[in-house]
């Protein structure tokens, strides 16, 4: 089974209380439901989630269905959540 680092930035990285972990799987959808479990007792990480965007080695993942991402050996995954600011 694929292994890497998943990587949290902004408030997933204060849902979760740590700025990095682990995966062991093969999809983002299986690494997710891993970092959820991990994280069962932090109420307010599964709801940032629900807005966050990823990128799977560098790559955005956009809309595609998480269970069809394959992840790498080795590989990163950031979880971004949505950022304030930007030009007006």
Do not use: N
């Amino acid at each position: 089974m694929p292994s890497g680092m998943i990587r949290y930035w902004a408030a997933a990285k204060a849902a979760a209380g740590i700025t990095e972990e682990r995966y062991e799987a093969h999809t983002l959808a299986e690494a997710l439901a891993g970092a959820r479990e991990r994280h069962a007792d932090r109420p307010e990480f599964d709801r940032v989630l629900l807005r966050c965007s990823f990128l799977v080695d560098g790559e955005p993942v956009g809309r595609r269905d998480h269970q069809l991402v394959r992840l790498s050996e080795g590989g990163t995954v950031e979880v971004l959540p949505p950022f304030a600011g930007g030009s007006r």
